[in-house]
C-alpha cells in the first residue's frame, strides 16, 4: 500500500508544487512523461518491497531463532516470499502512478488508496469470498506469500475459504489494474489544460 502512496506522489506531486507545466514544456508529450513516472515508480516501489522482504523476513528469522523455534519454510520459499513483495510493490506503485494521474490532487489520491485497500477490498473481500482474490491490492499481498485475507482489515481479515491467485495470474491482474489506470489517465485527465 505505501509503494501506491508513493507512485501517487510520483504523479501527482507536480500538481501538488505547480511544476508540471515546466515538465510539459520540457517533454510536450504527456504520455511518455506518465510513462517514465510509472518506470519510476515501479523500479523505486521494487526497490521499497525488497526492503520490506529483507526486513520482514530477517526479523521472523531473529524472532525464530531467539525462541529456538524451527523454522518450516525453506530458503527457496522465503526467497519466493521476498521476491513476491518485490513485484507487488512495483506493481501496486504503478497503479498509484495511474491513480495519481487521473486525480491529480495528492492528498485526494492517497486518501483513495487507503480507502480502497483497507476500506472496500475488506468489505467486498469480506462479504463475496469468491471474488476476493481478483481484489488487486489482496492479490499483490499475496504475491508475497500474505495468506488470503491475511492483509486485510475489518470482515476480511477472518474470513477463511478460496485460495489465492497463482503467482503469474496474480502479476497479470495487478498489472493490468496498473496499466488501465495508466492508460485512462493518459487518455483524460493528462490532456487537459494544468494552468
Do not use: N
Not at 523505486?44 to 529483507?54: K, S
Not at 503469474?168 to 493490468?176: F, K, S
Amino acid at each position: 500500500m505505501f509503494a501506491a502512496v508513493l507512485g501517487a506522489m510520483v504523479s501527482s506531486g507536480e500538481f501538488r508544487h505547480s511544476t508540471a507545466a515546466l515538465t510539459y514544456l520540457a517533454t510536450p508529450e504527456r504520455g511518455c512523461v506518465l510513462t517514465a513516472k510509472a518506470v519510476a515508480a515501479a523500479v523505486y516501489g521494487a526497490a521499497f518491497g525488497l526492503l520490506a522482504g529483507a526486513i520482514s523476513t530477517g526479523t521472523g528469522l531473529a524472532f525464530v531463532a531467539a525462541r529456538g523455534y524451527h523454522v518450516d519454510l525453506s530458503v527457496g520459499a522465503l526467497t519466493g516470499h521476498i521476491a513476491g513483495a518485490t513485484v507487488g510493490a512495483a506493481l501496486c506503485a504503478v497503479i498509484g502512478v495511474g491513480a495519481g494521474a487521473l486525480v491529480r490532487s495528492q492528498l485526494a489520491a492517497v486518501i483513495a488508496i487507503f480507502v480502497w485497500g483497507l476500506v472496500i477490498e475488506s468489505l467486498v473481500g469480506g462479504l463475496f469470498t469468491s471474488v476476493r482474490p481478483y481484489l488487486p491490492y489482496t492479490a499483490a499481498t499475496t504475491l508475497a506469500g500474505i495468506k488470503l485475507g491475511g492483509a486485510a482489515f475489518g470482515p476480511a481479515h477472518g474470513v477463511s475459504g478460496g485460495s489465492p491467485l497463482p503467482f503469474i495470474a496474480a502479476v497479470v491482474l495487478v498489472g493490468a489494474v496498473g496499466t488501465l489506470l495508466c492508460v485512462i489517465a493518459a487518455r483524460t485527465t493528462v490532456r487537459h489544460d494544468i494552468s
